[in-house]
């Protein structure tokens, strides 16, 4: 499930749709703001963000990424 369909489920219903665990590295893009997949894998090498490397596909933890945006506001 992509993060705009999550949007427009908040938008059309009134219950709240169940928040993935994670995000692969596409969507983390996405929920970042828009950002480059390039600009990504380089906050990981830098070890900036954290993933879970236990499957083939990068994922990162939606936590993971609320805590990476809650640091660069302070």
Not at 4 to 25: F, H, M, N, W
Not at 34 to 45: F, M
Request: glycine fraction near 6%; charged fraction near 25%; aromatic fraction near 2%.
């Amino acid at each position: 499930m992509k993060i705009q369909d999550v949007k427009q489920q908040c938008i059309s219903c009134e219950t709240v749709p169940i928040k993935q665990g994670a995000l692969k590295l596409k969507d983390a893009c996405e929920y970042l703001g828009g950002i480059s997949p390039t600009s990504v894998r380089r906050l990981i090498k830098r070890q900036q963000l954290r993933p879970n490397r236990a499957l083939r596909h990068i994922l990162i933890p939606i936590a993971e990424l609320d805590r990476f945006l809650a640091e660069g506001q302070l």
